[in-house]
């Protein structure tokens, strides 16, 4: 790529072009939040046994939110009914997580519990260390980050990552206008003075989402309509960074309101 510029300016270059190279996203409505997180979650379990039949393991990232309860319930049946080595074949991760003590009810990894109930191995769900583990949020990134590159899942690994969408447009910790949505060079980013509390936050960065085989993004609502509205439309990190979250494949699993500011 020929010289943008300055780092900033060639962050958002990037990011938008991989953003306007990828798949054309896919949407879906349906009439409740409730039926477009079943949805999403029957097509994530045909696209994780698949994995695990072709290579052995499989990797989801979670996220939180309305969309991430929704995904969670709906998700928890279906890995029940999976065979015993696709169960314990999966890998559960989060797009973004809050630091913030473990077992407090702002982690979004208590989301998780669910699907471990369900079979999916404790030690096979990679959380963000808490405070009283880690000197500070760096140090926790940083581990999140190892963790992501031995695994193999910084350039193609995850299978499928859930994305739920904010009133602004923001996914996972990526906020409009925010540094860190610009984050580049690493599959994870530490987040401070976040607008949503609490400020500070891990979050997986764009060069990571948009190396997944399949996003999901679920949203319900009339209040994220504006939201899904710019999050369809061409992409610009700076206004609406989920216009930039789309991966090899791309499908928004969406309610009626949600999806009432859309055109054809």
């Known amino acids: 790529m020929t010289d943008t510029g300055t780092p900033r ?7 938008q072009e991989a953003a306007s190279a990828a798949a054309t996203p896919e949407v879906i409505v349906l009439p409740t939040l409730s039926d477009a997180a079943r949805r999403a979650c029957q097509d994530t379990v045909r696209i994780l046994a698949a994995a695990v039949t072709e290579r052995g393991v499989a990797h989801l990232a979670l996220t939180g939110g309305s969309g ?3 995904l969670s319930e709906a998700l928890a049946p ?5 065979p015993e ?17 473990a077992g407090d009810p702002e982690r979004n990894d208590l989301l998780a519990t669910p699907l471990i109930a369900a079979g999916i191995r404790e030690s096979q769900t990679h959380r963000l260390a808490a405070p009283n583990e880690v000197s500070d949020l760096d140090e926790a990134t940083a581990r999140m980050a190892h963790e992501l590159e031995s695994a193999g899942v910084t350039h193609g690994g995850f299978d499928v990552v859930h994305v739920g969408l904010g009133p602004d447009a923001h996914v996972c910790s990526l906020f409009p206008g925010h540094p860190a949505a610009l984050a580049a060079g690493a599959p994870a980013v530490a987040v401070r003075n976040s607008p949503k509390p609490p400020p500070e936050r891990y979050s997986l960065t764009f060069e990571a989402l948009q190396h997944a085989g399949r996003v999901m993004v679920v949203a319900g609502g009339a209040g994220k309509a504006e939201a899904v509205r710019l999050g369809l439309g061409t992409p610009d990190v700076l206004k609406a960074p989920a216009s930039c979250c789309r991966g090899e494949q791309t499908t928004w699993y ?8 859309t055109t054809d």
């Open 254 to 261: 969406l309610d009626e309101q949600a999806n009432a500011l």
């Open 78 to 82: 279906l890995i029940t009914a999976q």
């Open 85 to 101: 080595e696709v169960r314990r074949a999966i890998h559960l991760w989060f797009g973004d997580e809050r630091f913030v003590p």
């Open 9 to 15: 300016t060639q962050a958002i270059a990037e990011i």
């Open 68 to 70: 991430g309860m929704a």
